[in-house]
């Protein structure tokens, strides 16, 4: 029993044993301007901060991932710029070191963000799961959705103006997870802005791809131009 519920009976209990055979009138109303009060205190005890939402991330077993990951990786970063980016999954590196877009792929990322004209450490930089799939494979829809809530309380939490979401996991994500995740192709809807409870959502791709498809970065410096003019 949550100890509000527990509070309350002893209330009740309380004008009881005074003899009230009906509330008092105005207790309601005095209960309602508590709980007002009472509520911003719980999420602020819960959610406020990006660090209590990283505890529990920390502290999450809730998926087979979390038991073969060695770190889980969280979002990091700071909203100044109002820009978030999302990838997929910590990789390899990511994984031994618990931040995330650390490896090759990192660098790519942040050779972007340079470009653009900002610090890394000014963006906010996540992931659309939080721990390692083995063998670097991609997470399946089930560990998505499970992971899910963190993202969106993370999202909450930044408030980004401007998303950027890298690949396809990450876009399939955001577009509530609809069909199947390989029907989305991220060089067919990469170029289309879509909206994510009314923030701007610009599907790019992923760095690792563009690794080894170097041909694309210009498309991808064409997303985040879209982007820089949105944030402006
Ligand atoms: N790829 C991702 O999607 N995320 C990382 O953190 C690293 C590589």
Not at 185 to 204: A, D, E, Q
Not at 213 to 229: G, H, P, S
Request: charged fraction near 30%; hydrophobic fraction near 35%.
């Amino acid at each position: 029993m949550g100890r509000e519920i527990e509070n309350l009976l002893d209330i009740l209990n309380f004008y009881k044993a005074l003899g009230f055979k009906e509330l008092p009138s105005g207790f309601i109303n005095s209960i309602l301007k508590d709980r007002e009060s009472c509520d911003m205190t719980h999420q602020e005890a819960i959610f406020e901060s990006i660090d209590s939402l990283n505890d529990r991330i920390k502290k999450c077993f809730n998926c087979p991932l979390s038991k073969s990951r060695t770190n889980p990786v969280c979002g990091e970063g700071d909203n100044s710029v109002g820009l978030m980016f999302i990838g997929e999954a910590p990789g390899v590196e990511e994984d031994k070191i618990g931040r995330p877009f650390v490896g090759e792929a990192g660098k790519l990322l942040t050779n972007l963000i340079e470009k653009m004209g900002f610090k890394r450490e000014n963006v906010y930089i996540t992931n659309t799961v939080k721990c390692h799939p083995p063998g670097n494979r991609e997470p399946t829809k089930e560990e998505i959705s499970m992971c899910f809530d963190y993202l969106k309380k993370e999202i909450e939490l930044i408030a980004p103006k401007v998303i950027m979401t890298l690949g396809k996991v990450a876009t399939y994500a955001l577009k509530n997870m609809e069909g199947k995740i390989n029907d989305l192709s991220i060089s067919k809807i990469r170029g289309k802005v879509f909206f994510y409870k009314n923030i701007p959502v610009i599907p790019t791709f992923h760095p690792a791809y563009l690794l080894r498809n170097r041909k694309d970065k210009w498309l991808t410096w064409e997303d985040a131009q879209e982007a820089m003019r949105r944030l402006k």
